[in-house]
């Protein structure tokens, strides 16, 4: 069993930065694929980034150049680096972590980004 908290949500100014953080407990293993989804009110669930066991990273189009995903298998972290932030990127956001072919989901962090 494997526990997701996420941190550093909030309120920022368009054009604005935030980095999220999703600490694991008991701990990250060199084999999980790791990600960032978010849900905005009234819209599904969508991916942000994901990051292999082997450091590849995918961005959805709409983050690309501006999002930066990272893990640190040494504290059991992974984070989100959010630049140039939008007002359509106000949504909740989830860390996720897949082991092997079961998914771990954490209870999100609200991101509110103002105009």
């Known amino acids: 069993q494997v526990q997701l908290v996420e941190s550093g949500g909030g309120l920022v100014q368009a054009g604005g930065s935030l980095r999220l953080s999703c600490a694991a407990s008991p701990s990250i293993l060199s084999i999980d694929v790791m990600g960032w989804y978010r849900q905005a009110p009234g819209k599904q669930r969508e991916l942000v980034a994901t990051?292999?066991?082997?450091?590849?990273?995918n961005y959805a189009d709409s983050v690309k150049g501006r999002f930066t995903i990272s893990r640190d298998n040494a504290t059991n972290t992974m984070y989100l680096q959010m630049n140039s932030l939008k007002p359509e990127d106000t949504a909740v956001y989830y860390c996720t972590l897949r082991r092997w072919v079961r998914d771990y989901w954490g209870q999100g962090t609200q991101v509110t980004v103002s105009s």
């Open positions: 990051i292999s066991e082997t450091g590849t990273t």
